[in-house]
């Protein structure tokens, strides 16, 4: 366990020290444990709770009760009963997790949106169904009301799966030539992407035409900035809504920019300064605070003015993180 100070805010690291090795043997570990005072007072909360190589993604489930993380190499998915603090059930995949999406409130149906093209149906059992889409995905959403999940790829398709009828919708077409990121918003289910050219397609599942398109790209501090050839480099990276009317949007170039989305001019600029794509954005719901990660840093500000409240950079790459409801704990991956 570590502890440290980042703007008068203080920062507990549970899992800082280095793990033993599963195949050694008791009497070395006992060793091991003696000469090494990191090891001996080092923190366990969860069992388990690392990967062969990588870790890829990790959520919370709505319920609070269960956590889910994924990685590679070899393909794994692991799932932790949080009131017993153990290892629920694991399964090896066939293809690396690209985006994981929970369909219920606890562990019984989740979505993984593999890498070759693969999309795998999960329930509390094991794998229900498996099956491949004409391009390679980037981003997954669901929209409940419909029961439809909405997959954006490498081309400008939004291929559209109907989960109660078990068939694909004819898809929409974006303007731009390839796609990053997707959202429903949960209150009125308005659907978002972002594109490899800077912009923020609208769409409303009710009606197959295209509701409004957002340029972040023609941002004012963006333009100062930049001259028109890097601008035109600039992808949308992350998307998440905060309520009916707020969207942050990340960019590629390490800038978030909060909207009103009755509003084409973004009403907070921010920037981490480091020039990452911002690949994960986050409104904290007990706290008027964004987290925003990149490769590099998670940092927390607030949603209003944009001063900081924290920043946590543990000196390795960065890939994801999940925040537990209504509470100050984060796991980082």
Request: hydrophobic share 35%; glycine share 6%; net charge negative.
């Amino acid at each position: 366990m570590q502890l440290s100070y980042s703007n008068n805010i203080k920062v507990i690291n549970l899992n800082s020290t280095k793990l033993i090795p599963e195949w050694i043997s008791e009497k070395k570990r006992r060793k091991l444990e003696k000469q090494d005072v990191d090891i001996r007072k080092r923190v366990q909360l969860l069992q388990n709770l690392e990967m062969p190589s990588v870790s890829r993604t990790i959520s919370f489930s709505s319920d609070g009760n269960y956590l889910f993380t994924t990685g590679s190499y070899k393909p794994t998915l692991k799932c932790f009963d949080l009131n017993e603090l153990s290892l629920k059930f694991e399964r090896g995949l066939d293809a690396d997790v690209v985006k994981f999406h929970l369909l219920s409130d606890d562990y019984t149906k989740f979505i993984l949106l593999e890498e070759e093209r693969f999309v795998e149906f999960h329930t509390g059992y094991g794998r229900y169904f498996r099956l491949r889409i004409p391009h390679f995905g980037r981003d997954i959403s669901f929209c409940r009301e419909i029961s439809e999940a909405y997959i954006a790829g490498c081309r400008n398709e939004i291929f559209r799966l109907n989960l109660e009828l078990g068939r694909f919708h004819e898809p929409l077409y974006s303007q731009s030539e390839s796609l990053t990121c997707c959202q429903f918003n949960d209150q009125h289910q308005l659907f978002v992407c972002g594109t490899t050219d800077g912009k923020v397609e609208a769409w409303d599942y009710r009606d197959r035409s295209r509701a409004a398109v957002l340029d972040c790209v023609l941002n004012k501090a963006i333009a100062m900035e930049l001259d028109l050839d890097s601008r035109s480099s600039i992808e949308v990276s992350s998307l998440c809504f905060k309520d009916a009317l707020h969207l942050a949007v990340g960019l590629s170039n390490g800038y978030i920019l909060l909207y009103d989305i009755r509003s084409s001019q973004p009403y907070l600029t921010k920037t981490h300064n480091f020039g990452l794509p911002i690949t994960r954005l986050e409104f904290a719901s007990n706290q008027e605070v964004v987290l925003s990660m990149d490769g590099r840093a998670l940092k927390i500000w607030n949603e209003h003015n944009g001063q900081p409240f924290t920043s946590i950079e543990p000196g390795s790459d960065l890939n994801d993180f999940s925040h537990y409801q209504n509470s100050g704990f984060l796991l980082i991956l």
